[in-house]
């Protein structure tokens, strides 16, 4: 059983929902960030995605492109990355997931990089800009599913019921439901129609449903987690890199995410 899949099934057991927290890869550099990795689990994070940072990253609001902006500054490339999370699984099972663009795995090569993916311990991949037909086109979905490397898909608002077959029918590991329109970024609410929309995604699949894009603060994901298996919380985690460092970026990180893991616990406990 992968650690993406045994991740859910424990948490599903205990009727806990997931954490994942979202942080840039290399930000301010890759020592910090697999030191982060492991704090960031001692808090309560149950999955980590790591963002592979890129020039044009379209999907995203100017708070993650300044962490890829820190991050490219200072050196970082995809096979350190590997080499980080290498050296990350001497010391931490906690699942970890790619999540970026497909120009730099494409450059990198797909057979290459789903193959030092696996063997460096990464556990899954999003990328954003390559939709399950692409996917299939490239060959990376054949790959990714051989390799043993989970190729986690987005749906969004606007998802009809084809788009949400598709995605099912090629995602592995969980589906991200990407709960606003637009690029990334904290929101001051969360969409009144979330509800209904997972529900119809729900219907068509048992695969778990984690919720991100926009959830900035403990009270947003205890109700995000009352409708979905998890939430990813990003732009609010990375804005503290921007603003902190060393010894204090630390405690915040710390303080942040087990009061968003409280605040999960404390909406699933009601259920």
């Known amino acids: 059983m992968s650690r993406l899949a045994d991740t859910f ?33 001692k808090a309560g994070a149950d ?22 902006e820190r991050s490219l500054s200072g050196g970082t ?16 099972q906690i699942p970890l997931v790619l999540m970026g663009y497909y120009n730099p795995v494409y450059f990198y090569g797909n057979e290459r990089f789903v193959t030092d993916a696996v063997e460096a311990g990464v556990d899954g991949v999003i990328l954003v800009d390559l939709p399950p ?33 598709k995605v099912v029918k090629r995602g592995r590991g969980f589906l991200y439901y990407v709960s606003v329109t637009g690029v990334t970024g904290a929101r001051k609410e969360i969409s009144t129609t979330l509800a209904g929309e997972l529900e119809k995604i729900r219907n068509a699949t048992a695969m778990p449903l984690v919720v991100g894009f926009g959830i900035s603060d403990p009270s947003q994901a205890a109700t995000v987690a009352a409708l979905g298996d998890g939430v990813v919380v990003g732009s609010a985690l990375v ?14 990180v710390a303080e942040f995410v087990s009061a968003l893991k409280a605040g999960i616990r404390g909406a699933t406990s009601k259920n």
Do not use: H, W, Y
Request: aromatic share 4%; with cysteine; charged share 35%.
């Open 239 to 252: 804005k503290l890199f921007e603003e902190n460092r060393g010894t204090e970026l630390r405690e915040k």
């Open 47 to 68: 999955i980590i995605e790591l963002g592979i940072p890129f020039s044009d990253p379209m999907a995203d609001g100017p708070t993650i492109q300044l962490s890829s």
């Open 133 to 165: 037909e692409e996917a299939d086109a490239e060959g990376f979905s054949d790959l990714a599913r051989k390799g043993g490397l989970d190729c986690i898909f987005l749906l969004t608002p606007t998802s009809d019921d084809s788009r949400i077959a």
């Open 9 to 41: 099934r424990k948490l599903s057991k205990n009727e806990e929902k997931a954490l994942v927290t979202f942080i840039t890869a290399g930000d301010p550099d890759l020592e910090t960030t697999a030191e982060m990795i492991l704090e960031l689990e």
């Open 77 to 92: 490339t995809l096979p350190k990355i590997l080499d980080m999370v290498r050296s990350v699984r001497k010391t931490s």
